[in-house]
């Protein structure tokens, strides 16, 4: 795959290298707050002084909605790894493996506590089966085809 070769020589790739002990695949089990559990897997993660990098490959597009439930799901991942790591710096971005890009993620004005019990709230009307999807996201979003709620018919944009 050309892109693949494009991306291993891109500056992304180059700083992923030649970081001390860059982490890959890393699954994680948290318990939030309200004792709720959130898993995932985070695709790469690494440190550099006392600063937590965390990219996530995305194979499709970037741009429109799905940015924005991609930018989220990282946001996800820096709250996983926040439990574990503390309240250090975090530097977020999407690395796009077909044109080679890293896509930052402005942090600069999140809310940790405000983001747990979003996340927490959605849990708990999904759990007790209110939740209320919003649907003019499917779509455009990357897991309409195995998502419950979503009324949207076709293959993903994208991947993961
Ligand atoms: S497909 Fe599912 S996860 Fe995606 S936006 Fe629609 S309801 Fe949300």
Excluded at 10 to 39: K, N, T, Y
Excluded at 59 to 80: E, K, N, S
Aim: glycine residues 8%; hydrophobic residues 40%.
């Amino acid at each position: 795959m050309e892109w693949l070769e494009r991306f291993a020589s891109s500056p992304a790739a180059e700083r992923i290298r030649s970081a001390a002990d860059p982490q890959r695949e890393i699954p994680f089990r948290i318990r939030l707050g309200s004792g709720s559990i959130m898993v995932g897997t985070i695709d790469v993660l690494w440190r550099e002084g006392d600063r937590i990098f965390i990219r996530d490959y995305k194979i499709g597009r970037t741009d429109g909605a799905p940015r924005l439930l991609y930018d989220l799901q990282v946001v996800f991942y820096a709250l996983a790894a926040r439990k574990h790591f503390g309240d250090v710096p975090y530097d977020l971005a999407l690395i796009s493996l077909k044109d080679s890009n890293e896509i930052g993620i402005d942090i600069s004005d999140i809310s940790w506590s405000g983001i747990e019990n979003d996340i927490i709230s959605a849990a708990n009307e999904a759990g007790s089966g209110s939740f209320r999807p919003n649907l003019e996201m499917c779509p455009s979003c990357p897991w309409r085809r195995s998502c419950h709620f979503s009324q949207t018919a076709g293959p993903p944009d994208a991947g993961d």
